[in-house]
């Protein structure tokens, strides 16, 4: 197995079950992660779950659905951590 710990990991749809889920598990194994979703209050509760772990984290509402906010977002991330 290997590891994530300090590792900068974008996780897309971290509002959803699945991301969110994945989201946690990375942060529980000291990830640095940047956190995008679609739904505001979703990523709000994701983010509450991370922030336990307390390592670094960025969070971004990004509508994944319009492929042309993905050119604004990775710089934002690049730029971010």
């Known amino acids: 197995m290997f590891s994530v710990k300090n590792k900068h990991i974008v996780v897309t749809g971290a509002s959803g079950v699945l991301g969110s889920t994945i989201s946690v598990a990375l942060a529980k194994s ?4 940047t956190l995008l979703g679609r739904n505001e ?7 509450e779950k991370v922030k336990v772990y307390g390592g670094k984290y960025l969070v971004r509402q990004w509508p994944g659905n319009n492929p ?3 050119s604004i977002s ?8």
Do not use: C
Not at 74 to 81: A, D, M, Q, R, T
């Open 30 to 33: 000291g990830a640095h992660l």
């Open 74 to 81: 990775v710089p934002w991330v690049l730029f971010s951590h």
């Open 68 to 70: 042309g906010t993905l």
């Open 41 to 47: 209050q979703k990523l709000k509760i994701t983010e």
